[in-house]
């Protein structure tokens, strides 16, 4: 019974999920291991298993859906360049590099270029996770990481009309059987790859056209009747209908769900559709970790562990490089390259799809089969500890004189006069920008920190002091004055980042203001320890704009609500942090 079996998969994650936490290991570990032990190759306390991997692939597509409302266009169009230079370098350079080193074991090159797409695909629904866990979608490696699985979303169709061709060159190709179908959710519409290419991507355009235009006016006639489940229902279809578009035209149901959500995200009801559906999300999203760790079976694992251990690390390494030499040659740090590579340096969930639908056909033996589904669930387990322990790899790396010079990062272009008793500013996005012009009105000079080499090329070119630099380096904040500086202000969105360069900046200017932009509340002291004076949270300060108009809707004075924010404000947020005592009105 289906019922039966999905209680038994979130009792066993429940309780798998609990012990992880408690050694703080991360829950994508504890939902793969899950799988493994309630899978047909654990304990086998699952039967329905084809189910319950249905109800996984829901859950990625509600996953996508809610990041795609998070995104917005003008996001979206800043990232094709990245796409470009370092996205298309990642799955060319993937593919050619698997193709080589697999040659001589798999016997032909169209079964070497099949394992090459293979392991160029990367996980989507993991990165994601694991960047908004962290609070770096919005840093520089998270932002190469969201382009380049943004662009290999797009070329799913030219992946899955490669697998026909690749068989009838390898001379392997079979009839396409009903299991083919179920892998592959259908044959190719289009056999002609042009076709094929041309129709999904005016499918997509069609999609955001759409969902600028028309959704929003269907969505607004439903929001009038003031019915919430209609218009919850309303945005499931529009999610999952979108999906199953996409995948109909032979695109992946991930890329629909996320056009969707994109679609809606700047309307007026983008809002309210992700608080929806974010009930739905983290629940059914964890499913596909367990449906993914099901698929490992520990009995070949252990009869072929050197073989498998093999086949990941060559395939962690080989990811991260070349993800890590385009971003590189295009102007951003050697240590966010590596970052950026790391984080997608796993096999990806379309990749079971594909290389179920090539072993159909024939391109991969059974053998290869079973060490491809080993290896990229390792992988996927693998990549959340690559990620946690990376930063301090690195760090610990540029301190020793063989690899200083390589992990510093190149020296900000210096003014022709030393500037003094100005303001640094580390981070160039919205509140960067906004510091900025505030800064220039008033004639306060100021020097920005950027990573993004775009932004530093067209901001200079704009006459802004601008320089290329991370400001977790001790020589970039010197060649900034920061010495010299009355205030720093670190408005950047890399929580790890930040902490590491209030911690640099008060070691080289015992004396200066420091203000630290950051998201949650439960920030505030650390930062505070490591030399901040001022912390300002996101999240502190939409809450005091909500006390503050609630307060005036029952008249109370104006100058009495600015001396309870000023209380607020100068016990460090003490009173919405603890709740310790209530504040009085004096």
């Given at each position: ?21 408690r ?36 859950g ?14 003008a ?62 979608t ?32 390898a ?48 969505l ?6 003031r ?78 562990a ?28 050697l ?12 096999v ?16 991969l ?31 610990r ?94 408005a ?5 980042s ?89």
């Amino acid at each position: 019974m289906f019922l039966s079996d999905l209680l038994v998969v979130f009792a066993v994650t429940a309780a798998v999920v609990f012990v992880f936490g408690r050694f703080r290991l991360p829950s994508v570990i504890g939902l793969l291991v899950s799988g493994v032990l309630v899978g047909p190759y654990g304990l086998s306390l699952v039967g329905d298993v084809e189910s319950v991997r249905l109800l996984a692939e829901i859950g990625v597509v509600v996953l996508l859906f809610t990041v795609g409302l998070e995104f917005s266009m003008a996001r979206l169009l800043t990232m094709l360049p990245l796409m470009v230079k370092i996205g298309a370098p990642q799955i060319v350079g993937t593919t050619a590099l698997v193709t080589a080193a697999t040659c001589w074991y798999l016997g032909s090159w169209p079964q070497a270029v099949f394992a090459g797409l293979l392991v160029a695909m990367s996980s989507t629904a993991i990165v994601l996770k694991l960047l908004a866990d962290r609070g770096e979608t919005g840093a520089p490696h998270g932002r190469i990481d969201v382009a380049v699985l943004l662009l290999q979303d797009l070329l799913v169709v030219v992946a899955m009309l490669a697998v026909p061709m690749l068989a009838e060159a390898a001379g392997t190709r079979a009839a396409p059987s009903a299991a083919v179908a179920a892998a592959s959710h259908q044959a190719p519409l289009f056999p002609n790859p042009l076709a094929a290419v041309i129709v999904g991507l005016a499918v997509v355009a069609a999609i955001l056209i759409a969902g600028r235009r028309f959704v929003p006016i269907v969505l607004h006639e439903v929001v009038r009747l003031r019915n919430r489940e209609l218009f919850l229902i309303t945005i499931v279809l529009i999610c999952l209908g979108t999906a199953a578009i996409t995948a109909w035209v032979g695109l992946s149901l991930a890329l629909g769900a996320f056009l969707a959500g994109l679609s809606l995200s700047e309307s007026e009801y983008g809002h309210q559709a992700f608080t929806e559906v974010l009930p739905f999300r983290d629940t059914l999203a964890s499913l596909f970790f367990v449906s993914v760790g099901m698929l490992l079976d520990i009995r070949f694992l252990a009869g072929n562990a050197g073989l498998v251990a093999l086949t990941v690390a060559a395939i962690v390494v080989a990811k991260t490089l070349v993800t890590a030499i385009p971003a590189w040659i295009d102007g951003f740090p050697l240590r966010t390259s590596l970052l950026a590579g790391a984080a997608i340096a796993q096999v990806g969930e379309f990749s079971f799809v594909l290389g179920s639908r090539g072993a159909e056909v024939g391109l991969l033996a059974a053998d290869d089969y079973q060490t491809f589904l080993a290896a990229a669930v390792l992988t996927m387990a693998v990549t959340p500890l690559l990620v946690g322990v990376l930063p301090g790899w690195l760090d610990r790396l540029g301190r020793i004189p063989l690899f200083s010079r390589l992990l510093s990062e190149p020296l900000p272009e210096q003014a022709g006069v030393e500037i003094s008793d100005h303001v640094v500013i580390a981070g160039f996005g919205l509140n960067g920008r906004n510091l900025a012009a505030a800064l220039a009105e008033f004639g306060v000079p100021h020097v920005i920190l950027e990573l993004n080499p775009e932004t530093v090329r067209s901001q200079r070119a704009a006459g802004l002091d601008i320089r290329y630099g991370d400001c977790t380096r001790v020589a970039v904040l010197e060649h900034a004055g920061i010495a010299r500086a009355r205030a720093f202000v670190v408005a950047i969105s890399d929580p790890a980042s930040t902490r590491r360069s209030v911690r640099v900046a008060r070691e080289l200017a015992p004396g200066i203001t420091i203000l630290v932009r950051t998201e949650y509340l439960s920030e505030v002291d650390e930062l505070k320890g490591l030399g901040a004076n001022v912390v300002i949270p996101a999240e502190f300060e939409t809450a005091l704009s909500l006390f503050e108009r609630v307060l005036g809707i029952y008249d109370v004075p104006d100058d009495t609500v600015d001396d309870l924010v000023d209380r607020m404000r100068l016990e460090n947020y003490g009173f919405l942090r603890s709740h310790r005592r209530p504040i009085r009105q004096s």
